[in-house]
C-alpha cells in the first residue's frame, strides 16, 4: 500500500517544483517566440549578426542526442553515477543550444528553405514536428528530472520512456533541420 501511494501522491519535491515546471514550460516557449521576432538593430542596438551558431548549435543538438543514448546506455548498465551526470550534461547542452538559437535570431534574419519538391515538404515536415515536440517536451523533460530528484525512480522510469524518444527526435531533427538549411544560409 506504501509502494502505491508513494507513486500516486506526490512528495515534498515534487510538489515544490510543480509551480516552477508549470512556469517554466508555459514561459520558455512565449518568450522564445517573442524574442524570436525581436531584431536588436530594429531597437538602435548595433551587435554584428552571430552567424556563426548555427553549425555550433547544431553540433550541440548532436551532442545532446549522443548524451540521452548514453544515459539510457548506462542507466540499463545500473551505472546511476554516470547516468545522472550525462542527463545533466544532456539538460545543460539544450539550455545553451536555447540560448544560441535565440540570439542568433535576435541577431539575424532567418533564413528560408530553398529547396523545392518532395525535400521542400520534408523539411517542412521535420522542422514543424521538431518545433512542436520541442514546446511539448520541455515539461517532460522537467517532471523526469523531479521524479528522479525526488528518487521516485518507478514514476521516473514510466515518464523517461516518452521523454526520452521525443527528447532524442528533437535533437536529431534539430541537426537534420541545420543539415537541410546550411546551403541557404549567407555567410
Not at 502505491?4 to 508555459?26: A, D, G, H
Not at 540570439?103 to 514536428?129: C, E, K, N, V, W
Request: with cysteine.
Amino acid at each position: 500500500m506504501e509502494d502505491l501511494q508513494n507513486n500516486i501522491v506526490p512528495n515534498t519535491i515534487e510538489k515544490k517544483f510543480r509551480p516552477i515546471i508549470v512556469i517554466l514550460s508555459i514561459a520558455i516557449p512565449i518568450v522564445v517566440a517573442l524574442l524570436f521576432g525581436i531584431k536588436l538593430k530594429d531597437y538602435g542596438i548595433n551587435v554584428e549578426p552571430l552567424s556563426f551558431l548555427p553549425p555550433i548549435y547544431a553540433f550541440i543538438n548532436g551532442i545532446t542526442a549522443m548524451l540521452l543514448i548514453l544515459a539510457v546506455y548506462a542507466i540499463k548498465k545500473g551505472n546511476v553515477s554516470l547516468h545522472k551526470k550525462l542527463m545533466v550534461s544532456a539538460l545543460c547542452c539544450s539550455v545553451l543550444f536555447l540560448v544560441m538559437y535565440v540570439a542568433y535570431h535576435m541577431t539575424s534574419d532567418s533564413t528560408p528553405y530553398g529547396g523545392q519538391g518532395f525535400l521542400r515538404y520534408l523539411y517542412f515536415f521535420i522542422l514543424i514536428s521538431h518545433i512542436v515536440l520541442s514546446i511539448a517536451v520541455i515539461p517532460m523533460v522537467l517532471i523526469t528530472y523531479v521524479k528522479a530528484l525526488a528518487e521516485r525512480f518507478d514514476s521516473h522510469k514510466r515518464i523517461a520512456k516518452y521523454t526520452f524518444p521525443i527528447w532524442l527526435y528533437v535533437a536529431v531533427t534539430g541537426v537534420i533541420v541545420y543539415m537541410m538549411i546550411a546551403p541557404y544560409y549567407a555567410y
